[in-house]
């Protein structure tokens, strides 16, 4: 193997998750639903059954989950997974690294969101959510945020719209680092392709001859909590 790192193919993020099995207040069992401000996410579904609930300005949807299905959204689409008996899923980020940098925004009410403090008390986890941590933290959240979400689908597209305006306003502080961390990853490997083709196109086959095989035995975490369920988490560079 090369002496130097390499990225998940287009910069994406790769994750195994068990999504809860415990009852949000509504009595839907299943994850927190949220929004990626810049980060299209996917789904293969590996195991079980459930189904993924979203809202865009085309208004309220509910996509059936079940093995071999895959199922992606863009930015701004919020969404919760609901879990019918043993969903699991591997899922495929976009921009890796952005999700974990804030990207996410939680559907807490709207005092919630308009308050930084009170933001990062009620979507703090113990220990960051690593593997072991104490997972009634994550549902209590998750709960939260599912009082936000009914009160979302009730109010439509304006409600919606003040939603992507307070999560927006919620994360403009971190929009240079994340510019930072994008160029590094899914701008850096958009980049490189670029590079490669001028490189064919001139003649030069020379990066054929430096290809490199890469491979990552086991997740690197097993049971972090994440806001959908307990993820076993991938690299992102090897």
Do not use: K
Request: aromatic share 6%; hydrophobic share 40%.
């Amino acid at each position: 193997m090369p002496d130097r790192s390499a990225p998940l193919p287009g910069g994406i993020g790769v994750s195994r998750l068990r999504v809860y099995d415990t009852a949000a207040p509504d009595g839907v069992v299943g994850g927190t639903p949220h929004v990626h401000l810049c980060c299209t996410e996917g789904y293969v579904v590996t195991g079980g059954e459930g189904a993924v609930q979203t809202l865009t300005t085309a208004g309220y949807r509910e996509t059936p989950l079940r093995p071999g299905a895959v199922v992606w959204f863009e930015p701004g689409t919020v969404h919760r997974l609901v879990n019918g008996g043993g969903l699991t899923i591997v899922v495929l980020m976009q921009n890796s690294g952005l999700p974990e940098a804030g990207d996410a925004v939680l559907t807490f009410p709207p005092e919630v969101l308009a308050d930084p403090a009170a933001y990062a008390a009620a979507a703090a986890l113990p220990g960051g959510g690593a593997p072991g941590a104490d997972v009634t933290a994550a549902y209590r959240r998750r709960d939260l945020a599912v009082t936000g979400f009914q009160a979302l689908r009730a109010g439509g597209p304006t409600a919606l719209a003040a939603f992507h305006s307070a999560a927006l306003a919620l994360r403009r502080p971190l929009l240079a680092r994340w510019r930072e961390r994008w160029a590094a990853g899914a701008g850096r490997a958009a980049a490189g392709t670029g590079e490669q083709l001028d490189a064919l196109d001139r003649g030069d086959p020379g990066h054929l001859g430096e290809a490199g095989v890469y491979a990552v035995g086991e997740p690197v975490e097993r049971g972090r909590l994440g806001m959908c369920g307990l993820l076993d988490t991938y690299p992102a560079t090897v």
